[in-house]
Structure formats: C-alpha cells, structure tokens
C-alpha cells in the first residue's frame, strides 16, 4: 500500500521514515518433506545413542525427560547431535580418586577376609516361616 504525501511527511519528521528491513534470509533450497538439509549438524536417535552406550533406549529417553543429558526436541521426540553425544560421555564418565588409588588396590571395601574383633560374636537364629507362625 503506498503512503500517502502526509503519511510519509510524518515518518520523516519522527524518523520512523527510511528503507524497510530486508526480509529474512530463506534457505537457497526449501526442505520439502523426504528431503535432507545437509547444512543442518546430522542429529542421531535414542535407539543409536543406546547402542552406543550399552544401555536401554528407555533409558535414555528418561534421562532426557529428566534433563539429566543434553537433546533437542523435535517433532518425532529426542534427538542428540555430536556434541551432545561427547557431553554425555562426559557426564557419564568415573574417573578413579588419586588420593585412594592406592588404598583401593591394597583393600577391597566389599568383602572383608575376617570377622570383626573386639565383641562377642552373636550366633544368629532363623525364624519360622510366617506360614508355619501363623497355622501353630
């Protein structure tokens, strides 16, 4: 709609005037559907991320969910780009404590060779069966 003489007038007074801005940029080739943009970073599934991860696809679709690793939602759910992937690993990965290496090697937490000393030791009963409690 072209302005009128006193329309533009004032645009010029307030300097509201002027070219208007470019519009935006479309990409050179639209994105149909069946087709690929490969300017866009390739994004990879849960079920390959699982793969990757020697995990369940249900899992890592819950920790998304929980926001406990980085994805993109998009229409067909979670997906996960390259850096995403490398910051999972890292959220992921256990690094062995220095100061304890060495006491790890020498003991192991889970299981002791001998009993405790010190106390008596307690000999332990089992109890009857609740089935057998309750018919007596």
């Known amino acids: 709609m072209p302005l009128t003489r006193e329309v533009a007038e004032v645009a010029d007074l307030t300097g509201r005037g002027g070219p208007p801005p470019p ?3 479309l990409p050179e080739e639209p994105m149909n559907s069946g087709q690929k943009n490969y300017a866009l970073p390739p994004t990879y599934s849960p079920a390959q991320i ?6 369940s696809e249900r899992w890592v679709k819950e920790q998304a969910r929980r926001r406990r690793i980085p994805f993109i939602r998009s229409g067909s759910g979670y997906r996960f780009t390259k850096d995403h992937v490398e910051e999972i690993f890292h959220i992921l990965e256990e690094r062995p ?3 304890n290496a060495s006491e ?11 009993a405790p000393s010190g106390g008596p030791v307690v000999q332990l009963r089992a ?3 609740r089935r057998a ?3 007596a």
Do not use: M
């Open 97 to 99: 404590d220095r100061a």
């Open 23 to 25: 519009p935006a940029r």
């Open 133 to 135: 409690r309750s018919a």
């Open 50 to 55: 699982a793969e990757a991860l020697d995990c």
């Open 127 to 129: 109890r009857r069966p």
């Open 104 to 114: 790890a090697q020498a003991t192991s937490p889970r299981r002791r060779s001998h």
